[in-house]
């Protein structure tokens, strides 16, 4: 069973930076995509930052330029850097991986982490 551990959200100033780990049971290479979602308090759950397998990055508008998704060299953690924080970023943030394999998608989630960002 997969698991995928989110840490390193917290209370923030506006303007601050965080980063956010993410620690999974296995390499991250094994997926087809790891990535970043945030849920804001009565809102839908949405899209934040993808890293695919080969590298490729892409990001919400909201946060293009601001956050950075990276890896570890050793392949089982991601990384959102979060800068130039705003309270519109106050959310919980959630940990995806995404595996495509015989024709069938399955999906994992951690089980989020805090960042609230004051005024």
């Known amino acids: 069973q997969v698991q995928l551990v989110e840490s390193g959200g917290g209370l923030v100033q506006a303007g601050g930076s965080l980063r956010l780990s993410c620690a999974a049971s296995?390499?991250?290479?094994?997926?087809?995509?790891v990535g970043w979602y945030r849920q804001a308090p009565g809102k839908q759950r949405e899209f934040v930052a993808v890293?695919?397998?080969?590298?490729?990055?892409n990001y919400a508008d909201s946060v293009k330029g601001r956050f950075t998704i990276s890896r570890d060299n050793a392949g089982n953690t991601v990384y959102l850097q979060m800068n130039s924080l705003t309270p519109e970023d106050t959310a919980v943030y959630y940990c995806?991986?995404?595996?495509?394999?015989?024709?069938?998608?399955?999906?994992?989630w951690g089980q989020g982490t805090q960042v609230t960002v004051s005024s």
């Open positions: 890293l695919n397998r080969g590298g490729s990055t």
């Open positions: 296995r390499s991250i290479f094994s997926f087809s995509s």
């Open positions: 995806h991986a995404g595996l495509d394999f015989n024709f069938q998608r399955s999906d994992y």
